[in-house]
């Protein structure tokens, strides 16, 4: 698999992530780690299907501890960190500190063995966080030292998943199949929590069985293997920084599904996105390894 080909598959997992709210909309009102731990499940259980055909995938899970504590933390952590901070501050303001992740990925990928970074890289990733901070700012985020908490859980979350990413890189040679069993961990922790801090709600209709699944088969399922893919073969600063058009995809989502109304905000936020995602990407654009 050539380098171009990983950062495409690691791409599709940006455009799986951008469904994940308005799917999540169409939960109802089942709780996040409910909602966790049913759709890691089907994610962890959706790849293990495809090991019928290829049984020799299951010794993928045989890995030492180092290896399950970075992707069990990773996925885990993050999620778990995130959802603590929209319980504890508005969501406008934990998902713009939530979202410095890729940017972080852009500056911790040049302290990779055979990595650098180019001015280009670094003005991407911050054109790409500055439409993600006119994204969030637009729609009236404002900080409340109430909501410190909530922040610092955001801010501690984006630092776990940027780590994770990039430690997926060193840890090359772990094959994507043991994402599955990352993510079946995951899903037991998240009921473990769920039992602990919620009462469980139950879907009450086929559209909301049908976006848990559409949830664990994609951007809780299939996104994590294309995006293990990605951070271990393909260019990881060109995904660091196009991981930036996830919220301004997700907003066009849930526009298009009625959700969200478009605004001038959202255009200016668009180009300014867009053009921090292309100035990253110029080397794999022009054909340069």
């Keep these: 698999m050539t380098p171009r080909t990983a950062t ?7 455009l799986m992530w951008s469904l994940l709210a308005v799917l999540t909309v169409a939960t109802g009102t089942i709780p996040p780690f409910q909602l966790a731990a049913m759709t890691f499940a089907i994610g962890a259980l959706a790849a293990a299907a495809g090991w ?8 993928a899970l045989k890995q030492p501890p180092l290896v399950w504590a970075v992707g069990v933390g990773g996925l885990f952590g993050y999620h778990a960190l995130y959802f603590l901070a929209l319980r504890l501050a508005p969501p406008a303001e934990a998902g713009l500190l939530n979202y410095l992740w890729p940017l972080l990925i852009v500056l911790f990928s040049g302290l990779l063995p055979g990595e650098g970074l180019k001015p280009h890289h670094i003005a991407g990733a911050l054109l790409g966080l500055g439409g993600t901070a006119l994204l969030f700012t637009g729609n009236g985020a404002a900080v409340d030292p109430a909501n410190w908490a909530g ?37 037991l922790l998240a009921a473990l929590v769920h039992g602990l801090m919620e009462s469980t709600v139950w879907p009450d209709g086929a559209t909301q069985w049908l976006a848990i699944a559409a949830l664990g088969i994609g951007p809780v399922g299939a996104a994590f293997y294309a995006w293990d893919i990605g951070m271990k073969r393909g260019d990881i600063r060109v995904l660091g920084a196009a991981s930036y058009a996830t919220p301004l995809l997700s907003t066009g989502f849930l526009i298009l599904a009625g959700y969200a109304r478009p ?4 255009a200016l936020a668009a180009l300014l996105i867009a053009g921090g995602g292309l100035l990253a990407a110029k080397d794999m654009l022009r054909g340069r390894k």
Aim: glycine share 6%.
């Design 52 to 59: 019928i055909v290829r049984p020799g995938a299951f010794r």
């Design 151 to 187: 922040l610092a859980a955001a801010f501690v979350a984006a630092f776990v998943w940027a780590t994770y990413s990039v430690l997926s890189r060193r840890l090359k040679a772990v094959p994507t199949d043991a994402v599955a069993g990352f993510c079946f961990v995951t899903a």
């Design 263 to 266: 605004t001038a905000t959202l």
């Design 8 to 14: 495409l598959i690691g791409l599709s997992a940006i």
